[in-house]
Nanobody, 123 residues
């Protein structure tokens, strides 16, 4: 399964963006999904994760209350709604498919990383 993140761009602090993650060449059936980000010179960090049915969610403390992860299994797509964006949210954002069942924040537990989409938040 190939994953393609989109929806990034340049936004002012306090603004919003909605990222999408579309799957091709396969299905996301039964898989939990995660969003990660990587800023220049920093390690890739966990942002949010969602279970297959959407009943279990997990967020990094830095985005809790501002970001919302969701999915539309009929469309084979996962979303990340980002509100109240801050300059420190600037990063390349990636989606990935969990290799197991339970949600986790560990990047090596995910697969299908694509090119990501760049989010730049200006102050």
């Amino acid at each position: 399964v190939q994953l393609q993140a989109s929806g990034g761009g340049l936004v002012q602090a306090g603004g919003s963006l909605r990222l999408s993650c579309a799957a091709s060449g396969g299905t996301l059936s039964g898989a939990a999904m995660g969003w990660f980000r990587q800023a220049p010179g920093k390690e890739r960090e966990f942002v949010a994760a969602i279970s297959w049915a959407g009943g279990s969610l997990d967020y990094a403390d830095s985005v809790k209350g501002r970001f919302t992860i969701s999915r539309d299994n009929a469309k084979n797509t996962v979303y990340l709604q980002m509100n109240s964006l801050k300059p420190e949210d600037t990063a390349q954002y990636y989606c990935a498919r969990r290799k197991g069942v339970w949600l986790t924040r560990i990047p090596s537990s995910y697969e299908g990383w694509g090119q990501g989409t760049l989010v730049t938040v200006s102050s």
